[in-house]
Antibody, heavy 121, light 109 residues
């Protein structure tokens, strides 16, 4: 059974860093691209980043480019999101999602349950 | 930056047909996807590539796209369908960005 489980969320001060993780199981992880999508409290969904199945390509939303880094470890079936210089507006539930292709389908067929990041002093 | 526009809310009576629209300049060239999100839960894919329905999604959910508008249709809407729906697509400029619509709250009462 396919499963995506996010972790690493919590409360962090503005300007600090946090790394989110997404553990994948039930499918051949290295065959699929992976995305991060976030949702601020009471707001809509926002696409954040994508990484190709082999890690060769990465793309980011303008709102996080230069501050966030998406990465993966195919030997561990893990996806990561390193978030630096965090701002109050980064407060959101962060979801990982599977791309049904290597990355270039650019949509998501399965999602994890999300992890909450709160940026506050 | 590219935007997808959805109505904030749509209301229907049980058993009626609900239509949720999504407009975007790139939709003639790019597929639309639809996600259902119930309160406190992760989104669920209900329509992909404009009109395809994933396994397990009821037949009352259908999708279409014409010109710059994509439409999610729920035929015979049920009280359990009352929740938020988001369209998603990408722009056609080749800059590799995903974009969601602002979401539509469907009320069935």
């Amino acid at each position: 059974q396919m499963q995506l489980v996010e972790s690493g969320g919590g409360v962090v001060q503005p300007g600090r860093s946090l790394r989110l993780s997404c553990a994948a199981s039930g499918f051949t992880f290295n065959s699929y691209g992976m995305h991060w999508v976030r949702q601020a409290p009471g707001k809509g969904l926002e696409w954040v980043a994508v990484i190709w199945n082999d890690g060769s390509k990465k793309y980011y939303a303008d709102s996080v480019k230069g501050r966030f880094t998406i990465s993966r470890d195919n030997s561990k079936n893990m996806l990561y999101l390193q978030m630096n210089s965090l701002r109050a507006e980064d407060t959101a539930v962060y979801y990982c999602g599977r791309d049904p292709c290597g990355g270039d389908c650019f949509w998501f067929d399965y999602w994890g349950q999300g992890t909450l990041v709160t940026v506050s002093s | 930056s590219y935007e997808l526009t959805q109505p904030p809310s749509v209301s229907v009576s049980p058993g009626q047909t609900a239509r949720i629209t999504c407009s975007g300049d790139a939709l003639p060239k790019k597929y639309a996807y639809w996600y259902q999100q119930k309160s406190g839960q992760a989104p669920v894919l209900v329509i992909y590539e404009d009109s395809k329905r994933p396994s397990g999604i009821p037949e009352r959910f259908s999708g279409s796209s014409s010109g710059t508008m994509a439409t999610l249709t729920i035929s015979g809407a049920q009280v359990g369908d009352e929740t938020d729906y988001y369209c998603y697509s990408t722009d056609s400029s080749g800059n590799h960005r995903g974009v969601f619509g602002g979401g539509t709250k469907l009320t069935v009462l």
